[in-house]
């Protein structure tokens, strides 16, 4: 599942990824708050902590992120994956460079930096 915890900043979202991430995850919490933000702010920030609570993804959860990356890809001005899972890093650090926006991965630790990056309009 998904938890949202709360930002300083209105035009940022933030998760926690906890147990297995199934579609039903993406449906009820992510989109929704992404598209309340992007309704609000345009393009919003968000951040995505997989901590150790985190137990991977079901089959359907791993489609539905295909297809919410694709379909909400224009709502994110940066993306901060905070984690110290490794398959997640390797998996981020080859698919970054395929993203329209910048995406940036932080240390498990790194949660406040990762908020700074997402609020910061430069390069």
Do not use: C
């Not at 998760?15 to 199934?22: E, L, N, P």
């Not at 609570?53 to 295909?66: C, H, M, P, Q, V």
Request: zero cysteines; aromatic letters at 12%.
């Amino acid at each position: 599942m998904f938890t949202q915890f709360q930002t300083d900043y209105p035009d940022v979202l933030a998760f926690d990824a906890k147990g297995k991430i199934s579609a039903d995850d993406y449906k009820t919490t992510l989109i929704p708050a992404l598209e309340v933000a992007a309704q609000d702010h345009g393009k919003v920030g968000i951040l995505i902590r997989f901590g150790p609570e985190f137990e991977g993804y079901t089959l359907s959860g791993l489609a539905e992120d295909a297809v919410f990356g694709l379909e909400h890809f224009n709502s994110f001005s940066r993306i901060a994956v905070v984690t110290d899972i490794g398959w997640i890093r390797k998996g981020m650090e080859v698919f970054a460079h395929l993203m329209p926006m910048p995406v940036k991965l932080f240390d498990a630790e790194d949660v406040m930096p990762a908020l700074a990056w997402l609020k910061d309009t430069g390069a």
